[in-house]
């Protein structure tokens, strides 16, 4: 149920048709609402208030949807005009409504009272009336001020985490984590704080913390004390005070969304881990609140949806390559010795090593597990298990002299976290059958 506040006016008396939602059982169905600071009266909340005895004795009362079993706050604030004005609030079924409590109050200050009504079994329409039982002096049209009113259900926040991009993710992608909190209650959620964990297997980016939306929407700073959100690199959380009146120390007041449609939208971005290749990312959100209808403020806790993201699986390729010899003469043997390391965190599959001989070496053989084919120079290695290592002995023979650099690099299906070690290069100096000169000597 909604915060129902009596409406502003510009005049003081009003038809009751003209106050939306609220009734009377005047004979004149007259209204009365007093503007704050009218005759030296200031409100008590907001800037209005309402005056039961608008020109006799009445009952100011709503007719509203109830659920059986559904627990209903209620609030007011009450004064005497004159003197010592008493009222009484009466809830029921209408027809059969009942005295749930009486205030007096003189004209020096307002009172404020609170309490709670559980709806009985079968009543699904319930009446909160205000009624005029006295006032000071007697004067039928004066007395009894009413402002502050409120009777529904208490707060109840809902979070709703999302994922963007939703994947699935590769190890090294950026994962925005949104959360909306909603107030799907009656009351307000006083002192409203988000907290989400980082998500096990990222690390959270910086700066990158952000109200999209709602009451003190924009970007925030990663520092604790100085905005309206903070990260806690200890617990490795991010923290959110959301709500009207948030301050850096405290949470603020979300209202429900019949007032805050939307409500208040936070996100903040991680990047993933290699540890998460082939996993799911998954957390969950939570908000503490509380509600403050009840006399003494109650604690509450909401958690959001678990928020799964699938990664794919990443392998980490290493590839070294050296020469049995770095000096040859033209006609020998030149022995390359290929080593590829998958260092995870997955299985690596279709492991590739491309591995060209240049101009001046002539392929003679090569052993290892695949197969290497000296035509395109693609040594097709296969799967090759997580921390598995696989080596490759390729001979060719040396045809012209010169220095000569050859390359092997190494690809796989899965995303490679890190491909600053895929490639490695050896260089042979390959000298004339007959000594003559250093043809390696300009190159090196």
Request: glycine share 10%; proline share 6%; net charge negative.
């Amino acid at each position: 149920m909604t915060d129902y506040e009596l409406l502003p006016d510009a005049s003081q008396t009003q038809a009751s048709k003209r106050v939306p939602g609220w009734l009377t059982t005047a004979s004149d169905h007259l209204i009365e609402l007093w503007h704050s600071g009218f005759l030296g009266v200031s409100a008590a909340d907001g800037a209005q208030f309402a005056e039961l005895n608008a020109n006799e004795v009445s009952t100011l009362y709503q007719d509203l949807p109830t659920t059986p079993g559904q627990k209903l706050y209620w609030r007011l604030y009450h004064r005497g005009r004159q003197g010592d004005d008493t009222m009484a609030l009466d809830i029921g079924a209408p027809g059969s409504t009942a005295e749930q409590r009486r205030f007096t109050d003189g004209n020096t200050a307002w009172g404020y009272y609170t309490g709670t009504y559980t709806v009985p079994a079968g009543q699904t329409l319930t009446r909160f009336a205000f009624r005029s039982i006295s006032t000071a002096g007697g004067n039928r049209a004066i007395g009894n001020f009413l402002d502050g009113i409120f009777f529904g259900t208490a707060p109840y926040v809902v979070l709703t985490k999302t994922a963007i991009p939703a994947g699935p993710l590769d190890v090294g992608d950026v994962v925005t984590y949104r959360i909306t909190a909603k107030n799907e209650g009656g009351g307000a959620a006083e002192n409203l704080i988000l907290t989400d964990l980082i998500p096990q297997g990222t690390k959270y980016l910086p700066g990158s913390l952000r109200i999209v939306d709602g009451p003190n929407a924009g970007a925030k700073t990663d520092a604790q004390g100085d905005d309206q959100a903070y990260y806690d690199a200890q617990a490795n959380k991010a923290v959110f005070h959301l709500g009207n009146g948030a301050t850096a120390a405290d949470g603020g007041s979300l209202p429900n969304t019949e007032t805050l449609p939307a409500g208040s939208t936070v996100e903040y971005r991680a990047t993933i881990d290699r540890s998460s290749g082939g996993k799911q990312i998954s957390n969950t959100a939570t908000a503490s609140y509380e509600n403050r209808l009840s006399e003494t403020p109650e604690p509450l806790t909401s958690t959001s949806n678990e928020q799964v993201t699938q990664v794919k699986p990443a392998a980490d390729l290493t590839v070294t390559k050296a020469a049995d010899a770095t000096t040859v003469t033209v006609g020998q043997t030149v022995t390359y010795r290929i080593t590829v390391h998958n260092a995870g965190p997955n299985d690596a599959t279709g492991v590739t090593i491309t591995d060209q001989l240049p101009d001046g070496l002539t392929f003679l053989s090569a052993d290892g597990p695949g197969s290497y084919d000296p035509a395109t120079g693609q040594w097709a290695v296969g799967d090759l298990t997580n921390g598995a290592t696989a080596a490759l002995v390729l001979r060719a023979k040396a045809t012209k002299p010169g220095l000569i650099s050859n390359t092997a690099t190494a690809t796989g299906n899965e995303k490679d976290p890190d491909t600053t070690n895929n490639t490695d290069t050896v260089s042979v100096c390959v000298e004339p059958a007959t000594a003559c000169c250093d043809p390696c000597a300009s190159q090196k």
